[in-house]
């Protein structure tokens, strides 16, 4: 039983502020020529502050011939490094073209693909959790997988192959078409039998057209032994249930201006539809552009916002505390035993893909601090559910009043995340406790 005496909540409002969350949101795109020489201040002059991740493009071009020597993994090595000393969350592609020229760019035999996967793998194993994805499998136009000789399922299976050996569960790939990703994994009866596989997509091709200039048209089924013909429709019913497993993300693309056909809500559908985690911020500027001049409707605090500015804000998971309730009663040690109820929603696009963890605070007016585990996993709050997690916990039965606050991070690093609420501390301030 619950009872208001011991408890004062606090207004439990939403922001509308940024939010510099692990795992998510726009991203800047940093080029790399392997065998240059770093330059520290040319690589980071695009990384912003409020921002976690960025997507890391290493053109290989030049070794199409040989294999990777120590030298220039050392200094792959160095600027991957140099990203993680700044916070960052990488999304790393290697290429060998960045021109449209993939046919000429690429090594003349096959087996040298798999040798430099194998020494790319070897660094994204070392850089373990830092890498969140690994986007492609070296070969296409600008790594896209598209004019490439090597684009059997045979060619696709082998290199998916050999980098999940090296992912070791701690780095999702991605692929840029659903079909690629059938190529790799075959039939199965049910979508839901590819979870925990992995593999997620990029998708460069965002808005450029009705079908994301190809990422879903109409084709003979050709890639896979599913039975009848692909369309946009079940393609993006695929995305929307294999994406609540791996993340899904991108660039935007003006295209014809199919962009602008679409009204914010139409396009906040499309998004939590194929359960958008990631974004350029720098690529193409007439989509966000159009963004920005576009203005919210009946979504609540966000009411004559930008769009821009709400897509930002829900880019992957982002979790909002909505109630709170606190009961509890004398113990014969002193201390106090208290219910905690706590309601949260995910209102993002997308889900956490990586485990989180919440504790709960209290603190003192002299300061004093105390955490307590709950055993809540927050990255159980998925897309779209709202979600009541209780646990109990004991507080000294002195006459105090204490603050109780609730706080998350990320479990293999403990980055916090913060939540969407209005609020004055890192975390967020549910009410004051009576002692």
Not at 95 to 105: C, F, N, P
Not at 144 to 164: I, K, N, P, V
């Amino acid at each position: 039983m619950f009872f208001k005496r011991l408890f004062q909540r606090a207004e439990l409002k939403e922001s509308t502020k940024r939010l510099c969350n692990p795992d998510r949101g726009f991203y800047p795109l940093l080029a790399y020529t392997a065998g240059e020489k770093l330059n520290r201040e040319e690589l980071g002059a695009d990384l912003a502050e409020g921002e976690r991740l960025v997507l890391l493009l290493v053109d290989i071009g030049q070794y199409r011939d040989r294999q990777l020597d120590e030298d220039t993994l050392a200094q792959m090595r160095e600027v991957l490094r140099f990203l993680v000393e700044r916070k960052r969350d990488i999304i790393l592609r290697v290429v060998y073209d960045r021109e449209g020229k993939s046919m000429q760019t690429e090594p003349a035999q096959f087996r040298l693909v798999t040798a430099h996967m194998e020494q790319v793998g070897a660094l994204v194993r070392e850089f373990g959790k830092h890498i969140f994805v690994y986007q492609g499998f070296l070969v296409g136009n600008w790594g896209e997988m598209h004019g490439s000789r090597y684009l059997a399922a045979h060619h696709l299976m082998t290199l998916a192959e050999t980098m999940e050996r090296y992912t070791q569960g701690n780095t999702f790939l991605a692929v840029r078409c659903p079909y690629h990703f059938r190529q790799i994994y075959g039939r199965k009866d049910r979508y839901e039998e590819f979870a925990g596989c992995g593999l997620g997509f990029f998708d460069d091709g965002i808005l450029g057209s009705d079908t994301d200039i190809g990422t879903y048209s109409l084709m003979p089924d050709e890639y896979t032994d599913w039975e009848g013909s692909w369309n946009k429709k079940r393609e993006l019913e695929f995305e929307n249930i294999l994406c609540q497993y791996v993340p899904n993300g991108g660039e935007t693309v003006w295209g014809d201006g199919y962009a602008k056909t679409l009204s914010p809500q139409q396009l906040c559908r499309y998004f939590q539809t194929k359960h958008i985690t990631y974004l350029n911020r720098l690529y193409d500027t007439r989509v966000l552009e159009e963004w920005k001049r576009q203005q919210m409707t009946d979504a609540g605090v966000w009411n004559g916002r930008d769009l821009y500015g709400y897509i930002d804000a829900h880019l992957g998971y982002r979790f909002l505390v909505t109630g709170v309730r606190v009961g509890g009663g004398h113990r014969a040690d002193g201390r106090r035993r208290l219910q905690v109820q706590v309601t949260i929603a995910n209102t993002g696009f997308a889900n956490a893909y990586r485990k989180m963890q919440i504790c709960l605070v209290t603190m003192s007016k002299a300061g004093k601090r105390c955490e307590y585990a709950t055993g809540w996993r927050l990255h159980e709050v998925t897309a779209g559910m709202t979600k009541k997690l209780e646990t109990q916990i004991l507080i000294p039965a002195d006459g105090q009043e204490y603050q109780l606050i609730l706080e998350a991070s990320r479990t293999f690093d403990e980055t916090p995340v913060y939540f969407g609420n209005e609020r004055e501390t890192e975390g967020v301030l549910l009410g004051v406790i009576q002692g």
